[in-house]
């Protein structure tokens, strides 16, 4: 049986890869997390007793200590899933996004060097290659552009991914992912933030006009396309994954109202995020080719799925909302 160190497991994908992974293949999974902020042991309760699974607190930029963990797990591969996430606070403060999502690559990479692991798969954002006009799709060729402190730590260690393979003959590959939605994501993030705001009668604080485009993906859909890259992926590659899914901000954020049964009056249009990019959409017709993949899911009902697994875990969110995030919080939209 192969056993993977997935990093970031704790998060909202890696939480939701793990899940599915233990369900959908015969790997050991071997989980490092720092658990920053977003890092939730409670998102894996639900296989915690799982005997191929197994965590560690750990930070990636600590060489020493994954490399004892890689040695004593005899782990044959990694899937990078750690990293600063939000755009919002990579505006704040973008130290730690250099640290953990290019120091912290850099690491992993060197430490696959090291150990001769079979392979390394890099999970990326489309957020890299920049903004779209209102036509067109990111291509796996489209030149890298990113605008956030947030996407440019994100290309930084795409390309060191792409430098390892090229110099070392690294196993390595990478995919970037469209948005996605769906069970225990961070109510940072647009949709569970505005699901949870609507169900708290609070404000909705949509940026700018509202009319910014994102692609979306059910986060199962995103899982299942890791996997298969991982399993049939070429070494080298870079695979987007997408769900040919785009909707202005506006537009969901009055779904999650009408779902809910709110009033649109909860909508306050706020100050746009600096730098805002205003369009991703994902072509995805080469892991769609090449290793058959289809996303499963559709918006439809994924969505309605996702509002109602929110109101059915308030307590799993609750707690979330009354810690540090409140600093948060205040920090980022009280001047809005
Ligand atoms: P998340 O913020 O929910 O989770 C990140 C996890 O990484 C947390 O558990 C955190 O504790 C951990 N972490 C942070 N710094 C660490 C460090 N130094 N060492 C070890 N662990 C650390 O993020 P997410 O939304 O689950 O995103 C996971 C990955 O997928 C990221 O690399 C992100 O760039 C990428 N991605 C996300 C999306 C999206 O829509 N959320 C889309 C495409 C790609
Ligand atoms: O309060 C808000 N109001 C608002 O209008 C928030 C939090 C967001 N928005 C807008 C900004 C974006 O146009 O909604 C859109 C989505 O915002 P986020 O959820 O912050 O996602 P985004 O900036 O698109 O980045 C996400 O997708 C790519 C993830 O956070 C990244 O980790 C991933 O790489």
């Not at 067109?136 to 990113?146: A, D, N, R």
């Not at 909705?204 to 059910?218: F, Q």
């Not at 991982?230 to 994954?241: A, H, L, M, R, S």
Request: aromatic share 12%.
């Amino acid at each position: 049986m192969k056993k993977i160190l997935v990093t970031g497991g704790c998060g909202f994908i890696g939480s939701n890869f793990i899940r599915y992974a233990l369900k959908n293949s015969d790997y050991e999974i071997v989980n490092i997390d720092k658990l920053t902020y977003a890092g939730n042991l409670k998102n894996l309760i639900d296989v915690q007793s799982d005997k191929r699974y197994k965590f560690y607190k750990a930070d990636i930029c600590n060489y020493e200590l994954v490399s004892y963990i890689i040695e004593k797990e005899k782990v044959d591969s990694i899937i990078n899933f750690a990293a600063e996430s939000h755009v919002d606070r990579s505006i704040l403060s973008s130290q730690e996004f250099i640290r953990t999502n290019v120091t912290g690559t850099n690491v992993l990479l060197e430490l696959t060097r090291l150990y001769s692991l079979e392979r390394f798969l890099q999970i990326s954002t489309d957020e890299v290659y920049g903004s779209l006009g209102p036509d067109g799709k990111f291509t796996e060729t489209t030149p890298l552009s990113p605008n956030s402190p947030y996407s440019a730590s994100k290309a930084s260690a795409d390309l060191l991914v792409r430098a390892y393979n090229h110099t070392y003959g690294l196993p390595a590959l990478i995919t970037r992912c469209s948005n996605n939605y769906g069970p225990f994501q961070f109510p940072e993030k647009l949709i569970p933030l505005m699901i949870i705001n609507a169900i708290n009668n609070k404000p909705l604080p949509v940026y700018g006009d509202g009319m910014n485009v994102r692609d979306w993906i059910y986060v199962e859909d995103h899982c299942d396309a890791i996997l298969k890259v991982f399993e049939k992926g070429e070494i080298g590659e870079v695979y987007n994954i997408g769900a040919e899914n785009e909707m202005p901000n506006i537009e969901i954020v009055k779904l999650i109202l009408k779902e809910l049964g709110k009033d649109e009056s909860l909508i306050t249009f706020v100050k746009d995020r600096p730098g805002h990019d205003r369009r991703y959409a994902i072509d995805a017709t080469k892991i769609k080719t090449k290793l058959n993949w289809k996303p499963n899911h559709t918006f439809e009902t994924a969505i309605k799925e996702t509002i109602s697994w929110y109101l059915q875990n308030k307590s799993w969110w609750e707690e979330i909302i009354s810690g540090d995030y409140l600093n948060y919080y205040k920090k980022w939209y009280e001047e809005r």
